[in-house]
Nanobody, 125 residues
Framework: QVQLVESGGGVVQAGGSLRLSCVVS????????MGWFRQAPGKEREFVAA????????RYVDSVKGRFTISRDNAKNTVYVHVNILKPEDTAVYFC??????????????????WGQGTQVTVSS
């Protein structure tokens, strides 16, 4: 059974930074495309970033380009997202997800097979 556990969330002032981590157990981590999504109160879950199994391909939603960086360490079964220059509108629960698709980097929720429970990021103004 594949399990994903996120960590690293917290309360930060606008302009600050955090590093979110997601450790995956079960399955073959390097075969999964890994993604980060977020859900703000009262809003739908949205795609943030994703990275291919080898780490060679990445994809970002426009609103985070230049501020967020996704990376992975296949030896540690861990995917990260460095979130920089945080804005109040980045406040959300951040989820990591694993996709069995490995021929491209998907951004649709339906393309992801396994999900973590989420970690809260709160950005104060």
């Amino acid at each position: 059974q594949v399990q994903l556990v996120e960590s690293g969330g917290g309360v930060v002032q606008a302009g600050g930074s955090l590093r979110l981590s997601c450790v995956v157990s079960g399955g073959t981590f390097s075969s999964y495309t890994m993604g980060w999504f977020r859900q703000a109160p009262g809003k739908e879950r949205e795609f943030v970033a994703a990275i291919s199994g080898t780490g060679g391909g990445t994809r970002y939603v426009d609103s985070v380009k230049g501020r967020f960086t996704i990376s992975r360490d296949n030896a540690k079964n861990t995917v990260y997202v460095h979130v920089n220059i945080l804005k109040p509108e980045d406040t959300a629960v951040y989820f990591c997800a694993a996709s069995k698709y490995n021929s491209y980097v998907p951004n649709r929720i339906i393309s992801y097979d396994y999900w973590g429970q989420g970690t809260q990021v709160t950005v104060s103004s």
